[in-house]
């Protein structure tokens, strides 16, 4: 099984990322996804997910600004991230979770002028 995102990278105070998540290795369609941070000094908490019947929940500080979906035909799960905030600075990671959970590796996302 692997979870691997990309598109992390630098950007300026109101700029915009898109995450991606490739899966390999499960049966995708029937996983709950999510997409966790982690930043220096704190603990991981969760961002954004989005059930298999894609219902979306979002943390407080990201709501109206992040959107999480998903492409069952690619095996995907993406966060777009739009009016990025130096407090959104962090490693981000997604999350498979039936009876087991896997992680992918993390990409970090720097938000700084």
């Known amino acids: 099984v692997q979870l691997v995102e990309s598109g992390g990278g630098l950007v300026q105070p109101g700029g915009s990322l898109r995450l991606s998540c490739a899966a390999s290795?499960?049966?995708?369609?029937?996983?709950?996804l999510a997409w966790y941070r982690q930043a220096p000094g704190k603990q991981r908490e969760l961002v954004a997910g989005?059930?298999?019947?894609?219902?979306?929940n979002y943390a407080d500080s990201v709501k109206g600004r992040f959107t999480i979906s998903r492409d069952n035909a690619k095996n995907t799960v993406y966060l777009q991230m739009n009016s990025l905030k130096p407090e959104d600075t962090a490693v981000y990671y997604c999350?498979?979770?039936?009876?087991?959970?896997?992680w992918g590796q993390g990409t970090q996302v720097t938000v700084s002028s």
């Open positions: 290795g499960i049966t995708f369609p029937i996983y709950d």
């Open positions: 989005i059930t298999t019947d894609g219902i979306t």
């Open positions: 999350n498979g979770r039936r009876s087991t959970v896997y």
